[in-house]
């Protein structure tokens, strides 16, 4: 489990974000979305199962997510996480909040800078 | 109710997780096998890479549930199965926490109804009674009329103050048998101060208490029912009270009841015109209950009543000389005259030693248990369990043996509380007061429970979470005896249920032997084949003496001709139950000496009683029938009384004077002296006495007492036969034998003795089971290290010698300790308990040797295995 150096901690929210957003381009099960967060990421991002499966159970009790039965790419019984329209509202305003506090990150820097 | 949807529906989600995180598991293994490695390698890098599944799948199924509340939910669960796994533990905890449990309840149940009792009414905690302070400091005295009137007068402490003369006895007649009762006098607005009203009927009005308009009367439930068979027709009937002419005008509810006062019916409070007058101050005899007015808080009305008694001093100081006066709330009135409180903390005192015991023994399973799970522990630490998780785990199951122990418990007590009341009966006030499993009891068990279960649990619980995973793993059995620390926790649980045992049983004994010896007294005259009963001659049929000397003559004679009846005679007292005190003057004397006021008790007799009650003169004569009204007045003493004031001289012949409330009586001529009798069956005391001869000076309250050749009872029909012969509307009271009497002034002495007893017991059986379980354990811990030993050349008697020495240090320890707890007590019993006698050094070496031989016994069975551990068994063993 030792950690790459050259990944960071990821900032509260974060990883709800990343899920939601994966799920909305399409359902997915648990090991398919960690590796599309890492394929996306191009391996800078890697999500701790430690804390994905806690945060999918959390998501799923909120009523953003919804599960079903479904078979994995291997062909397997698996369960596949799909969002609800709450969750796609949810990720919408996250979505915005998350702008809005970058451009806010943004303009902090760039004062330094200057 | 998303709540309640989750809780349904959460098996289904931890399903689904336990399938994802498989999947997850399964493809990310193929993904590494497909890039080149072994199935075996795959799949374990996969799980590295994917962390501890079972925290994890914890941590995700925490989200459907409530985190604390579950997580203790499941650790009940797995201490409930771990229980069951060992039924033989479970069953010596549980049991003994229930009994340790169970006699705290049953205790408590008496706690609960004499300390807090049930009060009456509307806002109880606002009525106050307001008593006399003795010069003595003897306060809940009575009060005299004249300062009743004048304090309602002068204060407006009070928005209601009533007066009540609460212990009255009255012949009740006609519809059936007459009988006794006890009832009261009570100011019309009595019942105003505690606010309730008639259960039927009404009570009293105001000016009920003129005379001429008080013939009126209000029926206690109980006696409604009894002797009015509850109908509701009772209202407005005429009954008889003292031979005059009464209607019921109501019943009160059962539940008016003050703890300790039990009259059968109220009449109102009449004053005479002597009650008003300065002599009346002299006659204390009424209780003032009140209710304060809005605004005024207890301490002003103490402040503001003191002035007053303070006042009345002044006014008359004859007669209220360092007389005062007190406030206390109802409750603390009823408690106080009550007086059981202290019996009850001595008792309470013993049984939580007992409890305290019955936790050690408990204390001392779990860490035998805690001990023997060490690996379990250390297990379970390593793979991710917090420290707070393990002695949460280990303080649940503390918690289970408790709540199991407080349930058993909780039945024990409700039979418990069933003896209890059987034995509750001893007198009218004591068995009015209801004792039950009430909702302070309940309670009571409840944080007893949670308190045992910290208690024996919370020690063993810490010392294990403190196991650290490398010794714990490494630490077996093979290369170790017991850890140093869990004998050290070990030794000090032994000291302390042998210092506690120690301690209860001294202090029991103690008390045991100081009453046992009071009631075993010898009393100085023959109480067998006695029967008495107690007569009270009412005013209006027996107006003067010589009505009431005629009656006792006839009585007297009829009596003797009762078959089986022997020596009959008729005392103002029965013997040793306190007759009343008066000052004497002794003729050509002074009237004191050093400072002390002469005085006797004063006795007036039939000339039978002597013979009667088998009490013969030492000197002189007794009383004859010749010694009549007109002859020479003659009185009889005891030897103490000569001792004291005669000093070797002879008495006879000399004349002594009785003070009579004020009025002397005629001086009478000591014609005898006769052997001592006990004052009173419950007091090691004798006083001097003074025997009258009734026939000089007849009373209208006497005793009669009647030698029988059988069983005494059976002679109580033939006698209540001749007395209504003679007078049918005359109730004969407390017809009962004499050893009766003498057993009722127990009171409670002989369940006391009994409960202590029990107690004692229970204590010395708890802590030798305790020191059994702990040191056979001890022994079983160190079977390796024994087989070692004689392996080596250890001979029987040097194992035996080994285990019992350990044993005996840990045995000496506790007793030292509990012989210093014990020291304090005889000095502490003689300030709670006047009278009794507690010096008995002896006592502490009896119940030392008890214990030391208890101890002992317990430690040497399991000694005795250990010489028996064969030791190539024990070195093959693990």
């Not at chain 2, 229930?98 to 309840?105: K, P, Q, R």
């Not at chain 2, 109804?113 to 006399?132: C, E, K, W």
Request: proline content about 4%.
């Amino acid at each position: 489990m030792a950690k790459d150096p050259g990944q960071r901690d990821l900032f509260a929210g974060a990883l709800e974000l990343m899920i939601l957003h994966s799920l909305r381009l399409k359902p997915m099960h648990g090991y398919a979305l960690v590796k599309h967060i890492k394929q996306v990421s191009d391996n800078l991002l890697q999500i701790e199962e430690g804390s994905l499966y806690p945060a999918l159970q959390r998501m799923l009790k909120e009523g953003l997510l919804e599960s079903k039965a479904g078979i994995s790419a291997k062909g397997r019984p698996t369960r596949i996480y799909r969002l609800t329209a709450a969750g796609k509202r949810r990720l919408d305003r996250e979505v915005s909040s998350f702008d809005r506090m970058l451009a806010g990150i943004t303009r902090v820097l760039a004062v330094t800078e200057a | 109710m998303q709540w309640l949807k989750d809780l349904f529906t959460r098996g289904r989600h931890y399903r689904d997780l336990a399938v994802s995180i498989e999947e997850h598991l399964e493809e990310r293994t193929e993904e590494l096998m497909d890039e080149g490695m072994s199935r075996e390698a795959a799949e374990t890098v996969a799980r590295r890479e994917f962390g501890n599944v079972t925290l994890i799948q914890e941590r995700s199924r925490e989200v459907w549930q409530w985190p604390t509340l579950e997580s203790i939910w499941a650790d009940k669960r797995f201490a409930l199965r771990q229980l069951i796994r060992a039924p033989g533990f479970t069953a010596t905890a549980v049991l003994t926490l229930s009994l340790g449990i169970a006699v705290n309840a049953t205790m408590f149940s008496m706690v609960s109804a004499f300390l807090l009792p049930h009060l009456p009414g509307r806002n109880p905690q606002n009525v106050v009674v307001v008593s006399s302070v003795s010069p003595h400091q003897r306060d809940a005295n009575p009060v005299s009329p004249p300062n009743y009137l004048a304090w309602r007068e002068d204060t407006r402490l009070f928005s209601e103050m009533a007066a009540a003369d609460e212990s009255r006895t009255a012949s009740l007649t006609g519809d059936g048998e007459p009988e006794t009762v006890r009832y009261a006098t009570v100011s019309p607005n009595y019942f105003e101060v505690f606010g309730v009203s008639a259960a039927l009927g009404r009570t009293f009005r105001a000016g009920e208490d003129e005379p001429g308009r008080d013939h009126v009367l209000i029926l206690s439930h109980a006696l409604w029912e009894r002797r009015f068979g509850a109908e509701r027709s009772a209202i407005g009937r005429t009954v008889r009270v003292n031979r005059e002419n009464y209607v019921v005008v109501g019943v009160m509810p059962a539940d008016f009841q003050l703890l300790g006062f039990a009259p059968q019916m109220w009449t109102p409070l009449v004053f005479s015109a002597a009650n008003r007058t300065v002599e009346g101050r002299k006659q204390r005899f009424l209780f003032l209950f009140a209710r304060l007015a809005h605004g005024i808080t207890l301490q002003r009305a103490q402040a503001e009543m003191a002035v007053l008694a303070k006042h009345s001093e002044t006014d008359f100081p004859a007669m209220e000389s360092r007389w005062s006066a007190a406030v206390r709330t109802l409750g603390d009135f009823l408690i106080h005259s009550f007086g059981i409180r202290t019996a009850l903390a001595v008792l309470m005192t013993a049984v939580s030693f007992v409890l305290l015991i019955a936790c050690a023994n408990v204390a001392g399973l779990l860490l035998t248990r805690a001990a023997g799970r060490r690996k379990e522990l250390a297990i379970r630490v390593s793979l991710g369990a917090s420290r707070v998780r393990v002695v949460r785990q280990l303080v649940t199951e503390g918690l289970v043996i408790a709540i199991l122990g407080g349930g058993t418990g909780l039945l024990l007590t409700d039979i418990g509380i069933k003896i209890l009341r059987a034995n509750l009966s001893f007198n009218e006030a004591i068995s009015a007061v209801p004792v039950s499993l009430d909702v302070n009891v309940l309670l009571f068990v409840l944080v007893v429970s949670l308190i045992s279960a910290t208690l024996s649990s919370l020690v063993p619980a810490l010392k294990a979470s403190h196991t650290d995973t490398n010794t714990g793993l490494k630490n077996e059995s093979r290369t170790s005896s017991a850890g140093r620390s869990q004998g050290r926790l070990r030794t000090a649980l032994v000291c302390g249920e042998i210092a506690f045992g120690l301690c209860l049983l001294i202090g029991t004994s103690l008390l045991i032997r100081g009453v046992f010896l009071l009631d075993h007294q010898k009393l100085g005259f023959s109480t067998d084949h006695l029967l008495t009963a107690a007569v009270a001659l009412d005013r209006a049929q027996y107006s003067d003496g010589s009505h009431q000397l005629l009656f006792v003559r006839g009585l007297i004679r009829k009596l003797q001709q009762i078959p089986g009846a022997g020596d009959t005679a008729v005392a103002s007292d029965l013997p040793a139950t306190n007759p009343e005190t008066v000052p004497i003057h002794i003729e050509g004397e002074a009237d004191s000496r050093a400072g002390e006021q002469y005085s006797a008790l004063d006795t007036v007799v039939s000339p039978g009683y002597f013979h009667a009650i088998r009490l013969p003169p030492l000197r002189g004569r007794t009383f004859r029938e010749t010694d009549g009204e007109n002859a020479p007045r003659v009185v009889l003493v005891n030897q103490e009384f000569a001792n004291r004031y005669f000093q070797g001289r002879d008495p006879l012949g000399k004349r002594i004077q009785l003070d009579l409330q004020g009025a002397a009586l005629p001086w009478g001529e000591i014609v005898g002296v006769v052997s001592n009798v006990k004052s009173y069956s419950e007091d090691a005391r004798v006083d001097p006495e003074v025997y009258e001869c009734f026939l000089q000076r007849p009373t209208a309250y006497f005793s009669i007492l009647l030698r029988a050749s059988a069983e005494p009872d059976s002679l109580s029909s033939a006698l209540r036969h001749a007395v209504s012969q003679l007078d049918p509307e005359l109730p004969l009271a407390r017809v009962m034998s004499m050893q009766t009497v003498i057993e009722r002034q127990r009171n409670g002495n002989p369940l006391f003795i009994r409960l202590l007893g029990t107690f004692g017991l229970l204590a010395l059986v708890l802590a030798a089971t305790g020191i059994y379980g702990l040191i056979a354990y001890s022994v079983s811990q160190r079977t390796h290290e024994i087989g070692i030993r004689v392996a080596l050349g250890a001979n029987r008697s040097d194992v035996l010698r080994m285990i019992l020495s350990e044993g005996f240090r840990t045995a000496v320890i506790g007793s030292a300790i509990g012989l210093a707890m014990a020291l304090p007590l005889p000095k502490l019993f003689d300030a709670i308990f006047a009278g009794l006698h507690f010096g008995a050094p002896e006592i502490y070496l009896i119940v030392l040797s008890a214990v030391l031989v208890v101890t002992a016994f317990a430690a040497y069975i399991p000694a005795r295995r250990a010489t028996y551990i064969d030791p190539t068994l024990a070195l093959r063993d693990q």
